[in-house]
């Protein structure tokens, strides 16, 4: 590279990059002495480059102008799409709410209701039921640092697999109705039951006989199994007898079953 | 005074025929456009200074285009093109900063 005149003692003192950068804005070239005159050609290279230079800037221009009423037509055409759309999906949502309730009311013409045909529906989880039963209310430990002081999944599904060996016919779990498919397990930090989380505290319930119910638990090895962790984790739960348990039915997807039975029956 | 002419003829050019640029070459104009200004303007000191080489400038110009080019390509090949665009535009917005100091200060003393 050439001499710097002037500048040059700037050069070695610049300390960082950027100052560098800014000490040599001006190319080291031009500070070169040339004693033969210009070329035409050289000349006529710097009017081309110059041509260049200004067509480069009046097409960037031009086309950021002309573009941008496309880039707006376009957005409005996608906004109207969108909006389509969506009345789409809202009427076709309807028509699947319509749908629906025509399959319900078909099976429900369907079905010839024998006898015993209503109890294996409730006990299968299939129709809302009510009557009387205990209602029961668990709680994580109050410190929540405590180890093992949060309710887990298996505490609920030991809490659950007692009811049902206490004589329970029907098990809701904060709502949610247990049929043969259900699943109570843990996602992340919460616990799903039919796939929905459940909150805290967790109100289990199941329809038996009250008495029966109530002493069975408590009794059996859920039972005993809740009240040591009570006393050892510090859950907190709550048992009393309920002569009003209300609940839903099982949601659709827990009662579809693909099995088909091997002999049908002949009564 | 022919680059003024130049100057002149490019931006008639760019505004009676109103050319497209190809999709493909959209990225690259933008960043073609300030190495070509960080050219201009050191041409404009120079030419200040009593320094002005039609050859230094013309090099200056194709080779700034062409490395500002080649810099977006490289950066669009390695999933990084705004990264190393914005790299280049800071060195060369540094450049054109210190150009137009220069000028002002050769135009007005100040």
Redesign the interface.
Known sequence: MSERSGTGSSVQEAESI?ER???T???D????V?DDP?RPT???????????????????A??TR?DRPATEVERDALIENIRLRQDLVDNRQETVVGLQEEIADLQAASVVDGPGTLALRAAAGAVPVVGGGVELTVESSSNEDRPGGRLTDTDLQLVVNGLWLAGAEAVAVDGHRLASTSAIRSAGEAITVNYRSVTEPVVITAIGDEDVLQNQWEQGPSGRYLAARAEADGIRFAVRGSDDVEMAAAPEARLSISAEPLRRSTS | MIPVIGLVVGVTIGLILQPTVPTGLQPYVPIAIIAALDAVLGAARAFLEGRFDDRVFVVSFVSNVAIAAIMVFLGDQLGVGSQLSTGVIVVLGIRIFANSAAIRRLIFHA
Request: proline share 3%; hydrophobic share 65%.
């Open positions: 950027l950068l800014a000490a804005a001006l190319d070239d031009y500070y070169v040339h210009p050289a000349k006529l290279l710097t009017g081309v480059a110059a041509a260049v230079f200004g067509l480069l800037l009046t097409v960037a031009v086309q002309v």
